[in-house]
Structures are given as structure tokens and as C-alpha cells.
């Protein structure tokens, strides 16, 4: 027998206080045109994505019966998506080009403007995914 019950193991040491992490995935379709890049290059033509936008919020202490936060208290990001991305044009919509990596950035700027979280709650990264195989995340750093 192995681990922390196994006799002459000695007293079990925290390793110190965790982290509780929660996500959350949006979809929504829209398309782009990426400019600078190379003649020919396939995102320099007008396409489009089914983006899945996926946030994680963070915690180190749980709040109500046991939530980093309510899932529920998400949906504003869903209506946001909804009304300012879904069915767009992202060069009309952000003001720098709409890659999954400044995607990512302005909507991790707008949870953290607009998501009234508890105190403690901070949103960790928001990842954006153009396809199946291929995200961008932004993370902020957790004090």
C-alpha cells in the first residue's frame, strides 16, 4: 500500500492553497480578412470561422453552495457575442485585426470590464478556437 494512508508514511504536507478554475464555451460564426500577410496567403481572402470562445474564471476560494462562480452569471459574455460578433464582419467589429490572438485579448478585456464577478473571481484566459485543431488564449498572470 502506497500514498498518504500507508503506515510509517508520516503526516501528510499541504502543498499550500489551490486554485479553482472554471470554463465556459460560446459559439458564434463570423468572418475576417487579415491584411500584411504574403500574396496568396489563404486569410488574406474574406473567409469565415465557426469560432467557439472558451473563458476561465479563477478562485482561490469558493463562494455560495460551492461555485467560483455561477455558471448563469456567463451569460452576459453569451448575449455580448451574440449581438456585437455572431453573423459579422471582425474587421467592422474590433479595432485591431481580427486574429484568434487579438480576438482573445479584447474579449478577455471586455469580461474583465463588464462581468460583475465576487470578489476574489478573476477571469484567468479566454481562448479563442477557429477550428477543431487551432486557438489562441490570452492569460492573465494570477497574483
Request: charged letters at 20%; one cysteine or more.
Amino acid at each position: 500500500m502506497s500514498g498518504p494512508a500507508s503506515a510509517g508514511s508520516g503526516p501528510v504536507t499541504a502543498i499550500g492553497p489551490g486554485i479553482y478554475r472554471i470554463h465556459k464555451s460560446f459559439m458564434f460564426e463570423a468572418a475576417h480578412q487579415l491584411s500584411g500577410l504574403p500574396e496568396g496567403h489563404k486569410c488574406g481572402r474574406l473567409h469565415g470561422h465557426g469560432y467557439t470562445v472558451e473563458v476561465t474564471l479563477a478562485s482561490r476560494r469558493l463562494t455560495g453552495p460551492g461555485f467560483v462562480v455561477d455558471f448563469a452569471e456567463l451569460d452576459l459574455l453569451k448575449r455580448h457575442l451574440d449581438g456585437e460578433f455572431d453573423h459579422r464582419f471582425l474587421n467592422d467589429v474590433v479595432d485591431v485585426e481580427p486574429t484568434s490572438e487579438n480576438l482573445a485579448r479584447a474579449l478577455f478585456d471586455w469580461c474583465a470590464t463588464h462581468l460583475a464577478l465576487p470578489d476574489g473571481v478573476v477571469v484567468d484566459a479566454v481562448r479563442v478556437r477557429e477550428t477543431a485543431t487551432s486557438w489562441a488564449e490570452y492569460r492573465q498572470n494570477i497574483p
